[in-house]
């Protein structure tokens, strides 16, 4: 079945420590996405990418880094830089069209800092 | 201004009620419009997507669009306990490849 895993599902961090979130999609997707949930808050965008090896800042990229070797995989990094890291983490993926049609989002990882 | 608002809920109806969940936006040059439903736990799946103003069905569900007033509906008819769940309304920015959401309303059906 194609779709978008996220790993881990759950994940705890002292404070001080980097912590990278992994994103695989099968979808042959172009676009990947990384979005931050906090309650009230809605869906924040973190960073995006179009293309291998290509990526853009969102909204609130500070305190964390991501990369994209490859077409099916957008690891992100919540560095220790970033002040308020506990949330509820969103990969997605689109077809990356000119206009963003239906993205396809994984489960999600819920990080949360000790 | 945020570019989209959405009332926050959360909303708690009795089953078989009409349910209406509402955003409003900003920019008149939002075009396509969609409803994303997020069931706890998990990732946003979308729900429905419309084009301009007007109204458009699938089952239960109904998403309207009302361009000269910049507010979106989705209307949930018979609702059912499986209807539980956070609805987000979702705009694309013009000529960039991002969705702006809406902050969710949480909806609970009780049996």
């Known amino acids: 079945d194609g779709g978008i895993t996220q790993s881990p599902k759950y994940l705890f961090r002292k404070e001080g420590q980097n912590v990278t979130l992994s994103c695989e999609q099968n979808?042959?997707?172009?676009?990947m996405y990384w979005y931050r949930q906090d309650p009230g808050q809605g869906l924040r965008l973190i960073y995006y990418s179009q293309i291998v090896n290509d990526f853009q800042k969102g909204d609130i990229a500070e305190g964390y880094s991501v990369s994209r070797e490859k077409k099916e995989s957008f690891p992100l990094t919540v560095t220790s830089a970033q002040k308020n890291p506990t949330a509820f983490y969103l990969c997605?993926?689109?077809?990356?069209?000119?206009?963003?049609?239906?993205?396809?989002f994984g489960e999600g990882s819920r990080l949360t800092v000790l | 201004q945020k570019e989209v608002e959405q009332d926050p809920g959360p909303l708690s109806v009795p089953e078989g009620a009409i349910v209406s969940l509402n955003c409003t936006y900003s920019n008149s040059a939002f075009q396509y419009f969609m409803w994303y439903r997020q069931y706890s736990r998990k990732g946003p799946e979308l729900l429905m997507y419309t084009y301009s103003s007007g109204n458009k069905e699938d089952g239960r569900f109904t998403a309207q669009v009302d361009k000269s007033s910049k507010y979106i509906s989705l209307f949930i008819r018979d609702s059912q306990p499986s209807d539980s769940a956070t609805y987000l309304c979702a705009i694309p920015a013009p000529a960039t490849n991002k969705l702006i959401f809406g902050t969710g309303t949480l909806l609970a059906v009780q049996p």
């Open positions: 997605a993926s689109s077809t990356g069209t000119q206009m963003i049609g239906e993205l396809f």
């Open positions: 979808l042959n997707h172009d676009a």
